[in-house]
């Protein structure tokens, strides 16, 4: 069993920026994937980032050139740098993991707010 907790949302104005953090615990593993997914009130949940085992990262285009997803081991954590923030990033951001072969993550954090005005 995987726990994930998350922080470092808040408000910012436009053109800010975030670093959101997911600290995770338990039955950790080092073959597990983790992404960063948002929803956003009244909208379907949608990916932000993925990075897998090897600490290849992957983006939606919403988030490239923006969002840098990262892991740090050591300290178990993941990270989502987020700059330029648009009001449409407004959203609650939630951080996953799961073995990478899975078709989609089985551990979720409880999310964390992000407001952009």
């Not at 808040?10 to 920026?17: I, K, L, P």
Request: with cysteine; glycine share 12%; charged share 20%.
């Amino acid at each position: 069993h995987v726990q994930l907790v998350e922080s470092g949302g808040g408000s910012v104005q436009a053109g800010g920026s975030l670093k959101l953090s997911c600290e995770f615990s338990g039955n950790t593993n080092a073959d597990y994937c983790m992404g960063w997914y948002r929803q956003a009130p009244g909208k379907e949940e949608e990916g932000v980032a993925v990075v897998d085992s090897r600490g290849t990262a992957s983006y939606t285009e919403t988030a490239k050139g923006r969002f840098t997803i990262s892991k740090d081991r050591a300290k178990n954590t993941l990270y989502l740098q987020m700059n330029n923030l648009k009001p449409e990033d407004t959203a609650m951001y939630y951080c996953a993991a799961d073995f990478c072969d899975r078709a989609d993550f089985g551990y979720w954090g409880q999310g964390t707010q992000v407001t952009v005005s």
